[in-house]
């Protein structure tokens, strides 16, 4: 693997960095200032908009999409869209702002991929677009959702239609206003093997039986104007050409969707624990104690270091998971995607923490985005699988592969 950006990415890097900081970091305060009041809570911020219309006029857009999927693609493989998304990943809200942000980003991959062409007419082409956003519902709360084989949402077939019955929580955007499609999985026939008992289907939000229960909150924030929430459908029918590749394949899209889904997550997080050290070692640097700048502490110092030592780990990492992906498909990758989604929320989460610390009081405050960053590190820990499952996955392949040698 060569580890020196090619002048096409340093280039993109240059312009998504000189926009973060002419565009994004100036907003900041004044996003966090308005999804703060209650009065504006499922309103989309008001200088969204016009920044995606900046951004795509600077043709910084979609760059998540893998260069596989054609017209659809700007062209990246997963390798080069990872420093780029880094740089996203310093301030939580950016990502919709190039329109690579999830879920959409996953159902945006689900549609190219396995998509009809009037599928993608009618819903991936907005989303491409910016037009709409989506959301995915899999998680529910009867069952222990990280085995997915164990949703119970029916999807049945009756002549012409689909009829959809089931619970879903934690179907993040769900409350943001311009969401407009769901993609559903449930079952459609209980009684096959185990991996094909479950289908994809796609549902549009304002079909009659399809009610939004609650927003859920993490850590006390029910993140808006996107939102995670409960969502009930009661006898919900959608025609039978919104199945997506087929029945029984829907575990199949949900692996090959959260692969790429799971690496974005990461690279977003590898962004947000640099933004905690930089902001970190500016701190310090300005904040005397007893007489001596925090900088020149042995503790702080240490903090510092592990710090760095950790970003450039997880780094390293989920650039050698990128490549692996891009090179040989998210089968094969499985084991390096599984490593990085161990250990990059961790180490966010960590890094946060430590600059938490050296900020004292104001690092638990919305004056610096530290504890936002450390709940979204919080929060990943278990969106997409949670560790465990990941770890005993990876476990499992590390003791088949030590036993083959």
């Known amino acids: 693997m060569n580890f020196e950006h090619s002048q096409k990415v340093k280039s993109l890097m240059a312009d998504i960095d000189a926009f973060m900081q002419t565009h994004i970091f100036p907003q900041e305060e004044a996003y966090t200032e308005f999804i703060s009041d209650q009065n504006n809570f499922w309103v989309v911020p008001p200088m969204v908009e016009p920044l995606k219309a900046k951004a795509k006029a600077a043709g910084l857009w979609n760059l998540f999409l893998p260069e596989e999927y054609g017209a659809f693609s700007p062209g990246l493989t997963n390798l080069e869209y990872a420093p780029l998304a880094e740089l996203m990943g310093r ?14 980003t996953g159902n945006m991959e689900v549609l190219a991929r396995y998509g009809t062409p009037e599928q993608q007419e ?95 909150s993490v850590f006390g924030e029910v993140h808006s104007p996107h939102g995670h929430g409960e969502v009930l459908l009661e006898n919900v029918r959608v025609p039978v050409e919104n199945l997506i590749l087929g029945e029984g394949r829907g575990f199949e899209i949900a692996q090959g969707r959260l692969g790429p889904g799971r690496i974005h997550h990461c690279m977003r997080l590898i962004g947000g624990a640099q933004r905690c050290l930089d902001l970190m070692c500016e701190r310090v640097e300005n904040r005397v104690a007893f007489g001596r700048k ?30 692996k992906l891009d090179r040989y498909g998210n089968k094969i990758a499985k ?62 392949l590390t003791i088949k592969s030590t036993l083959a040698q």
Not at 91 to 99: D, K, L
Not at 294 to 309: E, G, P, V, W
Not at 352 to 370: K, N, W
């Open 91 to 104: 301030v939580g809200w950016a990502s919709e702002v190039f329109n690579c942000s999830a879920p959409d």
């Open 122 to 216: 009618r819903w991936l082409k907005p989303l491409l677009n910016g037009e709409i956003r989506s959301a995915f519902l899999m998680t529910e709360p009867p069952v222990a959702s990280s085995d997915a084989t164990n949703i119970s949402c029916s999807i049945e077939r009756d002549g012409d239609e689909y009829v959809i019955n089931g619970r879903k929580w934690w179907s993040s955007n769900i409350c943001h206003p311009n969401c407009e499609v769901l993609l559903v999985m449930g079952k459609t026939n209980p009684d096959a093997a185990r991996h094909v008992q479950q289908s994809t289907i796609i549902v549009p939000k304002n079909t009659p039986g399809v009610t939004v229960v609650r927003p859920l």
């Open 294 to 323: 925090l900088s020149t502490q042995s503790s702080i110092r240490q903090d510092i270091a592990k710090s760095r030592c950790d970003i450039e780990q997880a780094r390293l990492l989920t650039l050698a998971a990128a490549d």
């Open 335 to 396: 084991e390096q995607i599984a490593m990085i989604k161990i250990v990059a929320p961790q180490m966010c989460q960590n890094v946060a923490d430590r600059a938490i610390q050296a900020f004292g009081g104001m690092g638990l405050s919305r004056d610096v985005p530290l504890a936002e960053i450390f709940a979204y590190a919080r929060f990943v820990r278990l969106a997409d699988g949670p560790d465990e499952v990941h770890m005993s996955q990876l476990a499992k």
